[in-house]
């Protein structure tokens, strides 16, 4: 028995002997604790709290702190996809995306939340999720102290102070912030358009911009203005009429310092400086700042079907029509069909659309609507130039 004893003690300071010593190899971070087996494993460490990124881009100028990192980087610039999917031929730079990429066919999701119980094909992804219940934002951002629950939010949000543009268009160079409004706009270029509208058969670059189209058919106008009701079927929309109450003018000119209501109305006003004239006439040729001057030029365009000419005046085209059909005179004055109903009202006198604030009626609804903005105080459009708000157009 006493031997038997003697033994199990050995064996027992045996096993307390190696844990003391592995706990002596292991290598401690003096900064938050954390414990590693090999000097290098710490060493890789300790620079996530220096910030040290002694791994530089040849190319680019790019820092990482380890050399595995800089290797996958470099496939960005060779275009280098060595990890490919053995069921659909995707490739992949590298091989972690390749084994995420492969849980899409599998439909493998292996973590799942203990809250809610949602589930997710990778951990990171859930510890991002788990963030949504604890409320815990561990990345700010060291110019302005907001917080981000996920590092990539914030990588992306300190842009917005740097400046930075990284992703670029590779066929006309402009810069973009993030790399999925890169992939948008490159469908500008390739006029390729995923979604499309199952009513009319419309197609858009955007599943946004197919969202906010469906309401054209549904009628729905979700966003409506907390000042004065009115309702309308885009955020966007609704973001820039509120700013006719607030008189809230956010985007200014860097030139010369004057500030505008709407992002697409300073867009404009810029070519004022620069000269630039974007939007050309495949007919004529004639190059215009705005798109809506090249709409209207566009619709001015009369075509002879007899001799396939093309008059940017209906007088000029009524003399064409007398070489061909020796009439001095038109039988009568032409329109367009969606004016002729408002033209005939100026014959009967007839007046169908009234004001339901005040009663007073016109012959137009589009006049109705100009006469509404005296009620709502509303001031839709800009002058491009100087930026003053004004209610209508000068006919």
Same mark, same amino acid.
């Given at each position: 028995?006493?031997?038997?004893?003697?033994?199990?003690?050995?064996?027992?300071?045996?096993?307390?002997?190696?844990?003391?010593?592995?706990?002596?190899?292991?290598? @401690?971070?003096?900064?938050?604790?954390?414990?590693?087996?090999?000097?290098?494993?710490?060493?890789?460490?300790?620079?996530?709290?220096?910030?040290?990124?002694?791994?530089?881009?040849?190319t680019c100028g790019k820092g990482f702190s380890q050399k595995c990192n800089l290797n996958s980087h470099m496939g960005t610039h060779t275009g280098e996809k060595p990890f490919s999917c053995e069921i659909c031929g995707k490739c992949f730079r590298q091989k972690y995306i390749l084994i995420s990429h492969m849980r899409t066919h599998t439909e493998e999701r292996a973590f799942s939340c203990v809250t809610c119980g949602r589930t997710f094909r990778?951990?990171?992804?859930?510890?991002?999720?788990?963030?949504?219940h604890t409320g815990e934002k561990p990345f700010a951002c060291i110019t302005c102290g907001k917080g981000f629950s996920e590092k990539n939010t914030l990588i992306r949000h300190i842009r917005t102070h740097t400046g930075e543009k990284p992703f670029s268009c590779k066929i006309c160079g402009k810069c973009f912030r993030q790399r999925h409004i890169l992939n948008t706009h490159m469908r500008v270029h390739t006029e390729e358009r995923p979604f499309s509208c199952a009513t009319c058969g419309k197609g858009f670059n955007q599943k946004a911009n197919l969202n906010s189209h469906m309401r054209t058919h549904t009628g729905v106008k979700p966003f409506s203005c907390?000042?004065?009701?009115?309702?309308?079927? @885009?955020?966007?929309?609704?973001?820039?009429?509120?700013?006719?109450?607030?008189?809230?003018?956010p985007f200014s000119c860097e030139t010369c310092g004057k500030c505008f209501r709407e992002k697409h109305v300073l867009n404009t006003h810029m070519r004022t400086h620069t000269g630039e004239k974007p939007f050309s006439c495949e007919t004529c040729g004639k190059c215009f700042r705005e798109k809506t001057r090249l709409i209207a030029k566009t619709k001015t365009f009369f075509i002879y079907v007899t001799c396939g000419k093309y008059f940017t005046h209906k007088r000029n085209l009524n003399v064409n029509m007398r070489i061909h059909t020796r009439k001095k005179h038109a039988p009568g004055k032409c329109f367009k069909e969606n004016h002729l109903k408002n033209h005939i009202h100026a014959h009967t006198n007839e007046k169908p659309f009234s004001c339901l604030k005040c009663g007073k009626s016109y012959k137009g609804k589009y006049s109705l609507n100009i006469h509404l903005r005296i009620h709502t105080s509303e001031r839709p459009l800009s002058c491009v130039t100087c930026g003053k708000d004004i209610s209508q157009k000068s006919r």
């Open positions: 028995k006493g031997y038997t004893t003697k033994k199990c003690d050995n064996a027992e300071k045996g096993v307390k002997d190696k844990e003391i010593y592995r706990l002596k190899k292991c290598k @401690q971070c003096n900064v938050c604790g954390k414990s590693f087996k090999l000097n290098t494993e710490l060493t890789i460490h300790m620079r996530t709290h220096t910030g040290e990124k002694p791994f530089l881009c040849v990778h951990k990171c992804s859930l510890n991002n999720h788990m963030r949504t907390a000042t004065c009701g009115k309702c309308f079927n @885009q955020k966007i929309h609704l973001d820039n009429h509120v700013r006719i109450h607030t008189g809230e003018k």
